[in-house]
C-alpha cells in the first residue's frame, strides 16, 4: 500500500481522535474526508465485525439538507423512485440520476420532516448537482452541507450496546426507520441501517462536540460485548452485495445495470430527471447487469483496476470488486456482466493482475 | 503518514505506470484519482523544480467540457470573471461561485471554441454543478467529464524539453494560451499554464493510449536536462501564492475573501451566479483575506487541520497551507486574517500543533 500525504483538504472528523487512538492501519478518501478502511487486518475486521459490534467512523457520509416549502419536490426531481408512500421517520434508498439516466450516486434518502430532508451521500459531491438544480428550477429551498457525521454500529451485537447508551427504545426502531434520541441532553437522529448486513445502526450527529464523548460512551459501554473500532468491511460487503459506487458504478450505468431497477417506480415518479431515459431502459431491460461472481484459485490482491470478464477470449462484461471469503473458502466477488453470459451458474474466465482463472456468475450474493 | 487502501474508486491515469516507476513515494486523492505528492522528497523535489524541469501527472484536474451553442452562455453564467474578451485560444483563470458568491471550485477556462469548452477543475464535482445547471436552465449544451488527462512540464527548462519533443513552435506559446501541437501524429493542446510559478506548459492528452509514450519521450528527450518525475510542490506553491482549494479556501469564502476580486467583473459580467452577493462584496470589501504570512521557529509539521491565528489572544484568523522554505529561511504559510489585523507586518501569534509561534503578516508573497 502506498501511503497518503496529510492534508487539510482531506477533511478530518470529530472521531478522527478515537479512530486514530484504536489503531487504524490505513484509509481511503471517501467525500474528500478520510475513512478508515483497516483497523486489525480486513480479515480479522470481517470476523469481528460477523461476531460482535463494531463503531464505525462515516462522518464521510456526508449530508445533503434540503429545507424548504419545495423540499419534496426536489427530492422527487433527484430519483426514480416514487417518494410518495414516504412518511416522516422513514429512510429510503434512492438511485440518483441524470437526464440519460445516469447514475450520479446512490444515497440514503432521511425524511425529516414533510419540508427537510438529508440525503446521505455516496462518493459524489451531490451537493453541487442538488445545488445547481434548485438553482435553475427557481425552487423554494434551501441546499447546504449541515455540520452532521454519521457514526455507525454494525454487528449482532449492536442492539445491546446501542441500548446500554441510548435505552431499550433503540430496540424498537425498525429496518429504515429513525427515531430521535436523547445523548447527554442532545437530540440525536438513530436510524436502524447501515453498510452491512450484520444488522446495526446510524446515529447522525450533529456538530463536532458531540463525536468523541459518543465514541467513548459506545466503547466503555461495549467492554463487556468486545466491541471495536472497524470500518465498512471489503470482505462483507462484497458478500452481501452492497454496491460501491465508483467501483461497482458509474455514471455511465443506469440503475437497471445495478440491479436497482426496483427502486425505479418510473411509471409514477412523474417529473423525475431521466425519466424518459429509465422508461426505455425499463421497458426493455438493461443488457448488462451487476452479479455476483466468484473467482476459483487463493486469495485476489487488492487491485486498484477493473479485471476484464471473457467468455472464451470475447469481453463479456468486468470485475469491479473482488475479495477472499474465509467463510465461503472462495474469492468473492461484484461485476457487471453482459445478457448473453448472466445466467447462474455461467462460467467465465476473469483476468486478474497475476493471470487468467475461472470464475462463475451466480443468481445470488452469499449474505 | 498513513497508507492509503488500494481502491478502483480512487482512479489510476493514463500515467501511473511512469509515476510508479518513478519511485513515487506519497499520494494525495483529488477528484476521485490519485495525485503523486512526493517522488524524492518534498524538500528535494522543490530545490530540483527549481532548478531543472519536472514532469507531473495532474490527470486529477479533469475537464468539463462544454459543447453546443449555449456553451458561452453557461459558461458566463458560472463565473463573476467577464468572458467577453476572451477569444479562442486563451485559458483563463475563473472563480466559480454559487448563488451566495460562495467559491464552488476556482479552475482554469480552456476556449478551444466559441461552443466548445473545458473547464479544467480544482477538487470538487464541477461537472455536477454545470450539468444542474444545464438542465435547470433547459441550454442548449452538452456537459460531460471527457477522457482528457493533463500533463504538466515545470521547471526553468521546460522550454527546452518540451521543444525537444513538440518543435521550436511551443516557444511561441504565451502565458495562458495554447497551440494545437502534433505529437506522434496525434493532435494535442498545449498550454503555457501550470500550478508552479517556475514556468512551463500542461499538455491536454485525450484517452489514455498515449499517456505513457509521451511519458517516455519526454523523459528521454530530457536525460541531458536532469529531468525528473515530479508533482505540485508544496512548498513551491505556498511561497508563490498558489491556492488550493479545500485547503486555503471553501464554499464559504467569496473570491474577495480569496484575493481573487481582480478576476470578478461583477459590473460587467451580466447574467453571472452570485452577481447580486458579489456586487454587495465588492462594494464594501471582504472582511477577511487570504495573506501570506511568515511563521518563525524550526520547520513546521505537515498537518490537516487549520492553525488559529491569534492576536493575543483573540481569534483573528486561520492558517491554511504552511510548510518549511529552505530558500527563505522560514515557514512560510497563506492565511485568512481579518480586517482588522492584515496589514503588512502585523504580529501575531499562531496555535501551531507544537504550541504556540510568532507569525508575521506579509504583503506579498516570496515568488
Redesign the interface.
Known amino acids: 500500500?502506498?501511503?497518503?500525504?496529510?492534508?487539510?483538504?482531506?477533511r478530518?472528523t470529530p472521531f478522527s481522535d478515537g479512530v486514530e487512538a484504536a489503531g487504524?492501519?490505513?484509509?481511503?478518501?471517501y467525500n474528500?474526508m478520510?475513512l478508515p478502511?483497516?483497523f486489525r487486518s480486513v480479515e480479522e475486521d470481517y470476523h469481528h465485525l460477523k461476531q460482535a459490534v463494531q463503531v464505525w467512523d462515516v462522518a464521510c457520509e456526508r449530508q445533503v439538507e434540503l429545507r424548504g416549502p419545495d423540499a419534496g419536490r426536489l427530492v422527487q426531481l433527484l430519483t426514480p423512485r416514487d417518494l410518495r408512500p414516504m412518511l416522516p421517520g422513514q429512510c429510503y434508498y434512492v438511485p440518483i440520476v441524470?437526464?440519460t439516466g445516469g447514475m450520479?450516486n446512490d444515497p440514503v434518502a432521511v425524511k425529516l420532516a414533510e419540508d427537510r430532508w438529508w440525503i446521505s451521500i455516496a462518493?459524489?459531491?451531490?451537493?453541487?448537482?442538488?445545488?445547481?438544480?434548485?438553482?435553475?428550477?427557481r425552487l423554494d429551498v434551501l441546499v447546504d452541507e449541515p455540520d452532521v457525521s454519521p457514526l455507525a454500529v454494525q454487528g449482532p451485537r449492536a442492539d445491546d450496546l446501542m441500548a446500554a447508551v441510548f435505552g431499550d427504545a433503540v430496540r424498537d426502531i425498525r429496518f429504515f426507520r429513525f427515531a430521535h434520541l436523547d445523548f447527554q441532553g442532545h437530540d440525536v437522529v438513530v436510524a436502524r441501517s447501515g453498510y452491512s448486513k450484520q444488522g446495526g445502526f446510524e446515529i447522525y450527529v450533529e456538530g463536532s462536540d458531540l463525536g468523541m464523548p459518543l465514541w467513548n460512551a459506545l466503547m466503555e459501554a461495549g467492554k463487556t460485548m468486545d466491541v471495536h473500532a472497524g470500518c465498512p468491511n471489503l470482505i462483507e460487503r462484497i458478500e452481501s452485495g452492497l454496491l460501491?459506487?465508483?467501483?461497482d458504478m458509474t455514471d455511465d450505468n443506469t440503475p437497471h445495470e445495478c440491479g436497482l431497477g426496483k427502486f425505479c417506480n418510473t411509471q409514477t415518479a412523474i417529473g423525475c430527471?431521466g425519466r424518459d431515459a429509465l422508461l426505455r431502459v425499463a421497458k426493455e431491460g438493461p443488457v448488462k447487469q451487476i452479479r455476483a461472481i466468484a473467482i476459483d484459485g487463493p486469495p485476489v490482491p487488492?487491485?486498484?483496476?477493473?479485471w476484464p470478464l471473457l467468455a472464451g477470449t470475447t469481453p463479456v462484461g468486468r470485475v469491479?470488486?473482488a475479495a477472499w471469503s474465509p467463510d465461503f473458502g472462495t474469492n468473492v466477488a461484484i461485476g457487471m456482466v453482459r445478457m448473453t453470459h448472466w445466467d447462474d451458474g455461467t462460467e467465465l474466465t476473469v483476468q486478474a493482475p497475476d493471470g487468467l482463472r475461472h470464475a462463475t456468475v451466480k443468481e445470488t450474493f452469499w449474505n
Open positions: 500500500m502506498a501511503l497518503i500525504s496529510p492534508s487539510r483538504r482531506l478530518r487504524v492501519k490505513a484509509y481511503t478518501v474528500h478520510l478502511t483497516v441524470d437526464e450520479l462518493d459524489s459531491d451531490l451537493l453541487y448537482w442538488i445545488k445547481g438544480l434548485a438553482y435553475g428550477y460501491s459506487y465508483g467501483n430527471i487488492l487491485w486498484d483496476r477493473w469491479s470488486s
